[in-house]
């Protein structure tokens, strides 16, 4: 009896049975295409902070690299992984407990043919511009520093760094360690292969500002030879990413046991 009082209506308003079926006829489709739509993927590498590129915000610290790991994913409404992590690379920021921390993802997303540009969650994806994704255990933005079609290529080339300091303390050449390394997450990246001392002098001033034979400080004049992996880019060694390598440069190494703290750079061989 319902069914045909439905009928009888839609027979006495031709324009609701119209409108009915233009509705049904755009749900149906809606569906279609989200069903069997061919999903285009795009190889993000994002560098986690603020979002945008200008803004000199606070580095992620320990908590958040610790919490993010490769496979870690996010999901749209309906339970499909639209973002995946597929490898976290960090290094520590001098002496500080904060990370440059890099997430390479593999993205589902949209592309214009028109604009040649591909979007993620409503966003436009291009290098330099800020990017928001919602994991199931953390939320995080960043900036893309490099996009692809493709599966990046991670050539590395190892090269021998000698690093010196001058005016430097006895404990500092104890507490560097032959076959100390460090590794990024993904691959190791820094190995201390040898080191040696010589001992120098440093004059300091007294408590009136002079210096004498009486305020000599005993220091030490430290090299250290390191293999370290970096990429090509440009006929330039860049190490971590974007930090580049030249000599008389101060680097940001920092090993599993070591800080090298104002060292600078000799040579590169």
């Given at each position: 009896?319902r069914m045909k009082h439905i009928a009888s209506l839609l027979k006495k308003n031709p324009l609701v049975f119209l409108f009915a079926c233009a509705l049904?006829?755009?749900?149906?489709?809606?569906?279609?295409?989200?069903?069997?739509?061919?999903?285009?993927?795009?190889?993000?590498?994002?560098?986690?902070?603020?979002?945008?590129?200008?803004?000199?915000?606070?580095?992620?610290?320990?908590?958040?690299?610790?919490?993010?790991?490769?496979?870690?994913?996010?999901?749209?409404?309906?339970?499909?992984?639209?973002?995946?992590?597929?490898?976290?690379?960090?290094?520590?920021?001098?002496?500080?407990?904060?990370?440059?921390?890099?997430?390479?993802?593999?993205?589902?997303?949209?592309?214009?043919?028109?604009?040649?540009?591909?979007?993620?969650?409503?966003?436009?994806?291009?290098?330099?511009?800020?990017?928001?994704?919602?994991?199931?255990?953390?939320?995080?933005?960043?900036?893309?520093?490099?996009?692809?079609?493709?599966?990046?290529?991670?050539?590395?080339?190892?090269?021998?760094?000698?690093?010196?300091?001058?005016?430097?303390?006895?404990?500092?050449?104890?507490?560097?360690?032959?076959?100390?390394?460090?590794?990024?997450?993904?691959?190791?990246?820094?190995?201390?292969?040898?080191?040696?001392?010589?001992?120098?002098?440093?004059?300091?001033?007294?408590?009136?500002?002079?210096?004498?034979?009486?305020?000599?400080?005993?220091?030490?004049?430290?090299?250290?030879?390191?293999?370290?992996?970096?990429?090509?880019?440009?006929?330039?060694?860049?190490?971590?990413?974007?930090?580049?390598?030249?000599?008389?440069?101060?680097?940001?190494?920092?090993?599993?046991?070591?800080?090298?703290?104002?060292?600078?750079?000799?040579?590169?061989?």
């Amino acid at each position: 009896m319902r069914m045909k009082h439905i009928a009888s209506l839609l027979k006495k308003n031709p324009l609701v049975f119209l409108f009915a079926c233009a509705l049904l006829a755009v749900v149906v489709l809606a569906a279609g295409r989200t069903l069997f739509k061919k999903d285009t993927y795009v190889y993000a590498r994002v560098k986690l902070g603020q979002g945008l590129w200008w803004v000199a915000g606070a580095k992620p610290n320990t908590w958040m690299v610790s919490a993010i790991r490769p496979g870690t994913a996010e999901v749209d409404l309906m339970g499909k992984e639209i973002a995946k992590v597929m490898w976290v690379r960090y290094y520590p920021w001098y002496t500080s407990n904060q990370y440059d921390v890099y997430l390479t993802l593999k993205l589902v997303a949209s592309y214009n043919k028109k604009t040649r540009q591909y979007t993620y969650n409503r966003s436009t994806l291009s290098v330099g511009s800020p990017v928001d994704f919602n994991f199931s255990d953390i939320q995080v933005s960043g900036t893309v520093v490099e996009l692809s079609s493709r599966p990046f290529e991670e050539k590395m080339t190892e090269k021998t760094i000698v690093l010196v300091k001058k005016g430097s303390y006895a404990w500092e050449y104890e507490g560097i360690q032959i076959g100390d390394t460090f590794f990024d997450g993904k691959d190791t990246v820094l190995r201390v292969i040898d080191k040696s001392a010589m001992d120098t002098a440093e004059l300091t001033n007294d408590m009136y500002g002079n210096a004498t034979v009486n305020t000599v400080e005993a220091k030490k004049y430290l090299i250290v030879k390191m293999k370290v992996k970096v990429k090509i880019i440009n006929n330039l060694y860049v190490y971590g990413e974007e930090s580049i390598l030249i000599p008389g440069k101060s680097p940001n190494f920092t090993t599993s046991r070591f800080s090298f703290n104002e060292f600078a750079i000799e040579s590169i061989e």
